[in-house]
Every structure is written in C-alpha cells, then in structure tokens.
C-alpha cells in the first residue's frame, strides 16, 4: 500500500524532499514540471491555463519544456504573473525570457491538449470569478486536458468539488497521492490518474507520519488464504448469514453464494418460513434454517453476518439482538445497520459495511456530511461503535478500530447496482470464517470486490451475481 496525505501535510514533504535530493524548492518544481511533461510531449500544439500559486510555477516549467523541444505552446495567465509566489513567478520569468507568449484571454485558437495548472492542493474555498470563467471554459472544449498534480477546483482532503471543477482526462499528481484524488468525486474529476514521484527518497516519507493509505493488489491476503491438499471443508470455517426477509431473498441469496466464493466450507443461511424452501432450488450449496433460532451452524459457527434483506420490523429486530448476542465475529449490513444505530458497541471483533446513506444514520447525520468527508465519516464510526467500517462508494473508504484509514482505488460505476453491497459482505464473511482478522479481510475482500466487477468487462450492464461468478482466487 502507499501512503497518501492530507493538504497540510504536503509543504513540509516537498521540504523535506528538496533538502534530502540537496536542492532547492525552484529545482524541485523544474523536477515536477519535467515529470509532467513526459506526459504532455506527445502534443504539438499546447495550452497552459496557469492560475495564482506555485501549481501555475509547474505549468510555465511545461510550456517552456514544449517550446524548446519545438512544440506550439502558449500560458493563459489568469492573474498578472508578477503577483505569483517567488518560485512561480521565476518559472514565469524564465519562460517568457525565452520568448514564451502569455495570454490573458483565449479566442478561437485551437489546441490539441489543455493543462490544468490553475489550482494545487491548497484551494479550500469556492472557486468563482474569473477562475470559475476558465475551469468552465476548459470543460467546454473537446481537447485533451491534463491535471497538473489535481484536477483544478477539486478539494485535495476530500474530493469535494469547490464549486466547479476541471473535468480531467488525465491527472498527473506528483510526489505523492492525495485522498481527494481516490473518493467522492476524485475519480471523475482526474480521469486516469497517475503519480510521479520523483524518486524521492523513502525517508522523506518517514518523516511526515499518514494514517491514510491507498490499497494495492498486492494488499491482498492470499498468504492468509493458502490451503493444503489433504484437507476438508470443516477446515475452512463456517458462517451464518441472517436476512432475506419480506420479499428480499435474493440479498441473502448473494451474500451466501460471495461467502462460498471466497473459499469458507460451510455457509448456512437464514430466512423466513415462507421463503426458506426456495434457497436450495437457487443455489443447493447453501445450508438453510426457516428461523434463527432453527439455525444448525449458529452454535459453532466461526462468523455471523447479519443486515442483507433483513428488514426493520420487529422480527428484524429480535434476529439482529440474537446474532449479537452470540458474541461471535460479526458483520453487520444493509438494514441491520439502520437497527443498531446508537445503540450497540462491539469487542473489536465486527466489520460494519454501510453506504453513505447508513452512515449517516449511524452518525446520526445526513448524507452530504458524510460525502463532504469520507474519511472522516469512517474514521467517526469505528471509533464511536468500536469497529472496522467499511464505507462503500466510490472510493471505497476503510477504517480500523484505531482510525488508521484504507482506500481502494479499485473499481469503477457500473458496480452502482442491487445487491453488490450484499456480494461483499458475504467475501468479508467467507474471508473472516477462513481466519483473517477483520481489517484484512475487510481489506482483502474490498479488493476483491472491485476487481472481479473490473474483470467482467459488463459496464454499466454489470450484475451482482456477475461479480460472484468471476470472484479471483488469485488476485495477480
């Protein structure tokens, strides 16, 4: 996994990554605006839209990178650049002694690439005026932008968009990732998003502590997982998942399957008289219990998941308190998270698995306070209910009992259908029963998740039981 960092804290890394390569913060800027390039240099004819900080510093080192190597490159200037910081201004200076053409409006030229070099990750105000005027304008035209270090009018700490935002085809974040990048409008704002590092060394790093970090393929616990040929089911643990009540069968029914998947021996699941029977015709793999108390896996099962199809009436309820008071290992989802809310607390041993809506309710608060700061949002429910917490979305949030947060860049839109929720629970559940604690399965299986719904190549026809049937066993 690598680490990635708040606004706050991205001054004293470039700091100390200037003072560690013994150089000094101008020569660092040429450095990112070279990493950059590298990615501009397949154009011919350029526009740079440069703004009021040392981000508008990195885009003069661009454009004066495609002039000399022959390039047609102009700045569109939207502030005097005398008035730039000192770094910038130099960039600024040493650009138009080379006879670099400034611009402070844009007519009908046309251009094959615009970069973004307005806003860095220091904006946390509302973009308006004239920035406003030249973000929009930047989105209206049909040629390839590219976001030096983030997309302008993107907020670095949460992925709020600030009013307006750049709609970035590429994003080209140097030195190091920042959370706005991976959650809540990140992803649509950057397009594909890449990182120069600058081959800084990994003790500037050390220096400037993080508690959030991005997850990788390699973050998954197959090693956790290995298994050896002379072994039976009863090996790999066994799981009771409660829900499926008042016509939601299918929710259990996907979170039962999700749980064979992922590799656990046993998987039984509970429902009502009614629709009990009817388990077996879909998926014959799956154990079956009429009513919590008929369950026969209850007593010695190694996890219990609790929430998909589950309900919020009075059944609902008494099923949910009978899983809790096992004391087993626990996943709690779906409508049991809406039940629980201020109301239970837990021994470090359960995962909650909640959509922004949920979370709300379990911080007693509304949908945009949670989108506003994703992190946040999962760092206040692991510490307030004493869980890992798993915040679905996009950029899927995870927070551990000790608030240190994971995010998953994996995963794309098509994956916004019924019961992909109902999926993941049932792989933390199958990977929990299998003996990963809950932050690695609840990482692993987040993983997991996303890629498989990557790998169906099914785009905005995506279904959740697509996601099941191409569940990795090997995540490469």
Same mark, same amino acid.
């Given at each position: ?109 046309? !251009? ?41 009018? &993107? ?57 959030? !970090? ?5 973050? !998954? ?214 003996? &990963? ?40």
């Amino acid at each position: 996994m690598k680490n990635v960092y708040l606004s706050s804290q991205i001054k004293s890394i470039d700091k100390l990554a200037a003072e560690y390569l013994n150089i000094s913060s101008y020569e660092l800027m040429q450095m990112a605006g070279m990493s950059v390039y590298a990615y501009v240099q397949q154009f011919e004819n350029i526009l740079v839209v440069a703004g009021a900080g040392n981000n508008a510093g990195d885009g003069y080192v661009i454009a004066n990178m495609a002039r000399k190597a022959g390039k047609k490159a102009m700045v569109w200037s939207l502030i005097n650049p005398e008035k730039l910081p000192v770094d910038a201004k130099r960039a600024a200076n040493d650009y138009m002694q080379t006879g670099g053409e400034i611009i402070n409006k844009v007519g009908h030229q046309e !251009f094959d690439c615009i970069v973004d070099a307005i806003f860095g990750t220091g904006l946390c105000r509302e973009v308006l005026g004239d920035f406003a005027n030249a973000i929009n304008w930047i989105n209206q035209q049909k040629t390839t932008t590219l976001a030096v270090d983030i997309p302008s009018g &993107l907020e670095a700490d949460t992925g709020n968009v600030l009013g307006c935002a750049v709609n970035a085809d590429m994003t080209i974040t140097v030195i190091c990732y920042k959370v706005g990048l991976l959650t809540n409008n990140g992803k649509d704002q950057c397009g594909s998003l890449y990182c120069e590092d600058l081959e800084i060394p990994l003790e500037t790093y050390r220096q400037v502590k993080s508690e959030i !970090f991005m997850l990788e393929k390699s973050d !998954f616990n197959s090693t956790g997982l290995s298994r050896k040929h002379n072994s039976h089911k009863g090996l790999f643990g066994s799981v009771v998942i409660a829900g499926g009540h008042d016509g939601m069968l299918g929710a259990l029914i996907l979170s039962g399957q999700a749980a064979l998947r992922s590799g656990c021996g046993l998987v039984e699941v509970v429902s009502n008289n009614e629709q009990a029977v009817m388990i077996s015709v879909q998926c014959p793999e799956l154990m079956t219990a009429s009513s919590i108390n008929a369950s026969r896996l209850i007593d010695k099962a190694d996890v219990i998941a609790v929430g998909p199809g589950l309900g919020l009436n009075s059944q609902s309820k008494q099923v949910l308190l009978h899983c809790i008071e096992q004391k087993k290992p626990i996943v709690i989802d779906a409508d049991a998270l809406t039940l629980i809310a201020n109301t239970c607390q837990f021994n470090k041993n359960a995962v909650l698995t909640p959509h922004p809506k949920e979370a709300a309710t379990l911080l007693n608060t509304d949908v945009k306070t949670v989108q506003n700061n994703r992190v946040l949002a999962a760092q206040s429910i692991s510490k307030k209910y004493q869980t890992v917490t798993v915040l679905k979305g996009s950029g899927t949030v995870i927070a551990d009992n000790n608030g240190t947060i994971y995010i998953c860049p994996y995963g794309y839109s098509g994956m916004a259908t019924a019961g992909m929720g109902d999926v993941l629970t049932g792989i933390i559940t199958g990977l929990m029963a299998q003996g &990963l604690t809950c932050i690695s399965a609840a990482i692993s299986a987040t993983i997991c998740h996303a890629l498989a719904a990557e790998s169906c190549h099914k785009g905005n026809g995506l279904l959740a039981s697509d996601v099941i049937n191409q569940i990795p066993y090997e995540i490469k």
